[in-house]
Each structure stands twice: as structure tokens, then as C-alpha cells.
């Protein structure tokens, strides 16, 4: 008798479990769906366009304007020299990687299901040439992966040239992008890194020169805006073959700033401009 019931409670025991394996099977299945589906309804979100693209708008206003004497602006006019450089540099050197990236936001993008990643797909023209971008993002845990590979035709023709590639947060906090030179000499060029609080409208982006054994390998430009109650942008550019690291900091307001420049100065005192960019004494 004692068996039977055991024999019995055995059984029942047995049923239960297959059962309870049964529904917890169920269960991460319904899970897997769920999360696959949340992956193909929601594309991740670009990272801002400043993760991207360095500002040099309030320099650029007022570089082809001429003083009536010179040295009396001399301290604006050399932030502006420096400014003016970079500009050119980036211009020239990363104008297909940035349009590239900025006419992403004008595209929906398609799921993959095959490698589990959203794609954008556009052409783009730059210096009259046509190029089609694809640029993959896949949501992982906690950060989103991209991925930009680039195709030409005509003259100068390359296919899936893989451009940058990068990382961001989930939230669009901060993340890092790679760039390559171009399809003729696909060496690492330039790293970008890059941090934003929205809540408190700062941020900051820093181009660092990569190039394997480059003589400025290491050289950087950082831009951003502050909450400092004096001076709430700035540039810190740093020449490696110089050793030299140039800081401007100024009011995006007044337009008053100051810039440190040791290799050119001899010191490493600010010098400063006024709200109508005239030298000023330092407080």
C-alpha cells in the first residue's frame, strides 16, 4: 500500500514538473518574440548631429571682416586663426564621412532580420560625386553599434567601403566613432568622442588625430558648451608636434573670450577680447 502511494506521488510529482518545464519554456519563448519584436517595431536613435559634426559657427561670423587696426584685435584674430585652420582641415578631409551622417536623419530606416541591425540607406553628393551610404545600427544591451560602408560609381569608383564605424549609449548620453582616411589609403584617421547632459544643455566632442605613427598622432581639438558663469564654450587644441595646447574659452552671449596660446605668446598667461572683440586687459 505504501508503495502504491509512492508510486502515485512519484507520478504526480513527474507531471508537474514536465508541466512546469512545459510553461517555463513557454515563457522564454514568449520572451524571445517579444524582445525580437521590440527589436524589428523600435530602430535605435541616431546619435545627435554634434556627436558628428564640430561647430565653428561663432568664429566663421566673423572671420572676413577686416579691423581698422589690426593689433587692437590681435587676441580675437588669433583664436580665429586657429579656429579657421581646423575648419579647413575638417572641411576638406571629412566632408563625405559628415554628409554622410548628417543625411541620415532625413531617412527611415529597414530591419534586417539576418543580422538583427537596422539599415539606412541614400545617396548623397559631394563635390560632384554621387555616393550611396548604408550605415547599420544593432541594438545591444546597453549601447547601440554603427556601422557606415560607402559606395562610388563613375570615376573613382569604390563599393561598401567600410567609413566609420562607432558606438552609443542607449540614451544618447556620449559614444565614440573611428574614422578611416578614404578608400585609397584605408588607414584609422581620426577617433571622435563625444558626452551631452540635456538636461543642462552641455556637451563636449573631441577629434583626436589616430594615424598609425602619424608625427601628430595624438593631436586633438575638443569643443563644448559649459555652465561656467564667465566664459561657456571652448576650443582646446593641441599640437603634438609642437607640444603646445591652445585654450579658448569664451560667452556664446557676449562674444567676449580670452585664449591661451604658449608657443606663440611665450607664456602661459590668457589674453582677452571684449564683446566687440577688442584686446582687454584680464580680470
Partial sequence: MKQKCFNETQAIMRKLIRKAVVIFISALFVFAIGCKKDKQENPPELPPESSFLMDFSDFQENEDKSF????????????????????????????????TFTNSFNYTPVYQPDTES???????????????????GKIFDTYVR????VSKTGIGAFTDFHWYFGESNLNNTGGEWTLHKNPNEPITFVG???????EEQVFDITYTNIVPGGAENGGYISYGHT?????NAFYNIYNKGQDNLVEIKWDRTS??????????FGDDNFRCWDSTFLNTDCE
Fill in 118 to 136: 537596422w539599415k539606412w540607406t541614400y545617396d548623397v553628393t559631394v563635390n560632384n560625386g554621387t555616393y550611396t551610404a548604408n550605415l547599420y
Fill in 227 to 231: 555652465n561656467d558663469t564667465d566664459y
Fill in 68 to 99: 581698422d587696426i589690426l593689433n587692437d584685435y590681435s587676441n580675437y584674430q588669433r583664436a580665429v586663426a586657429h579656429v579657421v585652420v581646423w575648419n579647413l582641415v575638417i572641411s576638406i578631409h571629412l566632408a563625405i564621412p559628415v554628409a
Fill in 192 to 198: 571622435i568622442v563625444w558626452n551631452r547632459n540635456i
Fill in 146 to 149: 554603427w556601422d557606415m560602408y
Fill in 255 to 264: 562674444k567676449d573670450g580670452r585664449i591661451k596660446d604658449p608657443a606663440f
